[in-house]
């Protein structure tokens, strides 16, 4: 880490949406599948299958639709609220960021 840094977490009536559940929907959009997007993030399978389960059941609908496997294998996607969640707590993570600049740099010439 090159200085002090925001973490936000947003807590829900229904759960809580931070940095590494958006990080898996995020593997989720760009690998196609639960699976690869755990290995991408070096977590196992079981913990990811849990994140994911944990979003979908906090928000009105999925964020991620899986589909079994088979011959061709399985896969997931990021449903369109899926990709507005994640868009979202960026934009929430970089309005943070912006506003607490000025704050950040003090602590930074501190430590």
Not at 31 to 52: D, F, H, N, P, T
Request: without cysteine.
């Amino acid at each position: 880490m090159t200085g002090p840094a925001l973490s936000i977490r947003v807590d829900l009536a229904g759960g809580r949406l931070g940095p590494g559940k958006v990080m898996l929907l995020e593997a989720i959009g760009r690998e196609g599948s639960i699976s690869a997007a755990a290995r991408a993030l070096g977590m196992s399978y079981r913990r990811a299958w849990a994140l994911v389960e944990e979003v979908n059941a906090t928000f009105a609908g999925p964020a991620v639709e899986a589909s079994a496997g088979g011959r061709r294998g399985g896969g997931a996607a990021l449903t369109p609220l899926g990709a507005e969640l994640v868009a979202a707590y960026r934009a929430i993570e970089d309005a943070a960021a912006a506003a607490a600049q000025m704050h950040l740099s003090a602590l930074a010439r501190r430590s």
